[in-house]
Structures are given as structure tokens and as C-alpha cells.
């Protein structure tokens, strides 16, 4: 079972966006893209009215620092 994931789940919301898109530059990502890809994780059971740039901007940098691990 996927765990529940909100908004403030900065880090593992990052983790699994790594892990669903291992090949996309986080920082290529529009945040009107990054919305629904959050939205459509597995698990994510918030209000997808409740992100705001602030929440968005820092999945998108816990999600670059996965990808840049991930990179070597």
C-alpha cells in the first residue's frame, strides 16, 4: 500500500518523483506541471487546491537533490 502523502511530505514527495521520472532535470519542470505530477502519485491524498510556489518550490528542490544523488 502507498503511504498517504500531502503537501508537507516535501522529501518523500521528492523521493517518489525520482523514482517515477528518473530521467527528467527537476529543474526543467514548469510548477503547473510539477502540480499534476504531485496530484497524480500514488498515495498523494491532499487538497490539490492546498500547494502554493512556496510548497511547490520545495518538492521541485527535494526532488533535484534525489535527482542530483541519483546522478552520481
Avoid: C
Avoid at 496530484?39 to 518538492?59: T, Y
Amino acid at each position: 500500500m502507498a503511504m498517504q502523502l500531502s503537501w508537507d511530505d516535501t522529501e518523500d514527495i521528492g523521493i517518489e518523483l525520482a523514482d517515477k521520472y528518473p530521467n527528467q532535470n527537476p529543474l526543467e519542470v514548469r510548477f503547473t506541471d510539477l502540480h499534476r505530477m504531485v496530484v497524480e502519485l500514488p498515495g498523494f491524498d491532499d487538497d490539490p487546491k492546498g500547494s502554493n510556489e512556496s510548497k511547490l518550490e520545495a518538492i521541485q528542490m527535494a526532488w533535484h537533490e534525489e535527482w542530483q544523488d541519483r546522478q552520481g
